[in-house]
C-alpha cells in the first residue's frame, strides 16, 4: 500500500498527510513505512534503517536460525526523524471525548487454578533456564508463558477441572454494573475458547460474542441493533473487536480477563468505548438522544489481575512498549531490552500463587 501511495503522490498532490494513532507501537521499525511516505529522500534502505536502531542476535528455531530482536539504538536520531515530520494531538485535547477510569481488581486463584499454574511454571522455567540458545527476547518468553495465562483466565480454557477466581470476581463486577438497566458492558479476552466459557456463564444477561468466528455480516448485523437491544455483555477477542467495531461505545464499562501483549490491539480495545461524541446533528427521537446521553457519560476499565503470577510480567512488556513509544514521541528516554537473568529472576518469584 505505501508504494502506491509514494508513486500516486506527485501526481496527486504535492501534500500527504498520513493520520495514525501509533507511529510507533512494537518496535522502532513500526516508523519506517510512514516515513518512506514522508521523508523518502532523507530514508536509508529498510535493512539499514533496521540495522541502525534495533540491535539483533542469531536464535535457534527448530533447524533454522532467525535474528531476533533484543535490543534498540539510536532512539533520539529516530525521535528527532519523527519530530520533523509529525504533530501530535491528545486525547485530552479533543473536545467531546468522555472521561476515563481504569482501575484494577486483584483476585485470589482458586486452588485448583493455584495447582495447575505451579506445574505449569515449573516447565516454563526448567526450559528457559535450560536453553542455551535462548536470546534475551521478550517474544520467545512471551510464547512459553501462553498456557500459564490461560490457566490464570480459567481452567477450562486447557481443558482442565475447577474454576476461576478472575471469574468469580467477574461475577461480582458484572451483578454490581448491570443492576443498572442502562448498562452494557465489553469483556475482554485473548482466547476463543475463553469466550465460550465466558458467554456460556453469562447468558442470562444475554451475551453476544465478536471473536474470530465472527463474520463481516454478524458485525453489521450487531450494529444496526447494538445500541437498543436487550444484549448486556459482549465477549469479545482484541483481536477481531479491537478495531473498528465502534457500536460498542454503548458500553461504558470495559473488563480485561488478561491484557494481550500487543500494544496496538490493547489501545485499540480500549477505544472502542473510550470515542468521541458530537454535539453536532442533534437526535430526532427521545430514544436516540438517550443513547448519545450514555455514550457521553463516563467510561470504566477494569483489570482482572492475580498479584505475583505471570499477569505482573505482562503488565511489563506492554509498559515497555509504553515507553517506547514516548521515548519516541515525548521524552529523552532510551529504552534497552532487560537481560535473561532480570526475567529469569521475575519467573522464579512467581511459580507459585
Known amino acids: 500500500m505505501k508504494g502506491v501511495v509514494r508513486r500516486l ?17 512494537e518496535s522502532p521499525t513500526n516508523a519506517y513505512p510512514i516515513l518512506s511516505v514522508l521523508a523518502a529522500d532523507r530514508l536509508p534502505s529498510r535493512a539499514k534503517f533496521d540495522q541502525h536502531f534495533v540491535i539483533r542476535m542469531p536464535v535457534q528455531a527448530g533447524t533454522v536460525v532467525i535474528n531476533k530482536a533484543v535490543a534498540y539504538s539510536n532512539l533520539e536520531e529516530l525521535k528527532r526523524m519523527l519530530e520533523a515530520i509529525s504533530v501530535r494531538r491528545l486525547k485530552v485535547d479533543i473536545q467531546g471525548m468522555p ?10 486463584a482458586t486452588s485448583d487454578q493455584a495447582d495447575h499454574y ?32 490461560q490457566v490464570l483466565n480459567h481452567p477450562g480454557v486447557l481443558g482442565l477441572t475447577g474454576d476461576s477466581g478472575k471469574y468469580r470476581e467477574l461475577d461480582g463486577i458484572l451483578d454490581e454494573v448491570l443492576s443498572d438497566d442502562d448498562a452494557k458492558v465489553v469483556v475482554w479476552t485473548e482466547w476463543n475458547r475463553a469466550v465460550d466459557l465466558l458467554a456460556e456463564r453469562y447468558r442470562g444477561y444475554g451475551v453476544v460474542t465478536i471473536d474470530q468466528r465472527a463474520t463481516q455480516q454478524d458485525l453489521a448485523r450487531l450494529e444496526q441493533t447494538f445500541d437498543r437491544s436487550d444484549v448486556r455483555v459482549v465477549v469479545a477477542t482484541p483481536a477481531k473487536g479491537g478495531t473498528g467495531v465502534d457500536f460498542l461505545a454503548r458500553a461504558r464499562t470495559a473488563i480485561y480477563i488478561e491484557k494481550t501483549y500487543s500494544l496496538v490491539n490493547h489501545r485499540q480495545s480500549i477505544d472502542r468505548i473510550v470515542r468521541r461524541v458530537a454535539d453536532d446533528n442533534a437526535a430526532d427521537t427521545p430514544e436516540a438522544g438517550k443513547v448519545k446521553r450514555i455514550k457521553r457519560s463516563a467510561a470504566t476499565v477494569l483489570y482482572l489481575h492475580v498479584p505475583g503470577s505471570v499477569d505482573d510480567v505482562v503488565g511489563w512488556v506492554l509498559q515497555r512498549k509504553l515507553d517506547l513509544g514516548d521515548a519516541l514521541l515525548t521524552s529523552d528516554e532510551r529504552l534497552l531490552a532487560d537481560g535473561k537473568d532480570h526475567l529469569i529472576a521475575m519467573l522464579r518469584e512467581r511459580t507459585k500463587l
Open 9 to 25: 503522490r506527485p501526481l496527486v498532490s504535492p501534500r500527504v498527510y498520513c493520520l495514525t494513532g501509533t507511529p510507533v507501537s
Open 99 to 108: 472521561p476515563k477510569t481504569e482501575d484494577t481488581r486483584f483476585c485470589v
Open 118 to 149: 505451579a506445574e505449569i511454571m515449573k516447565g516454563v522455567l526448567a526450559q528457559i533456564e535450560g536453553d542455551p540458545d535462548w536470546a534475551n527476547s521478550l517474544d520467545i518468553a512471551c510464547v512459553k508463558l501462553l498456557r500459564a495465562r
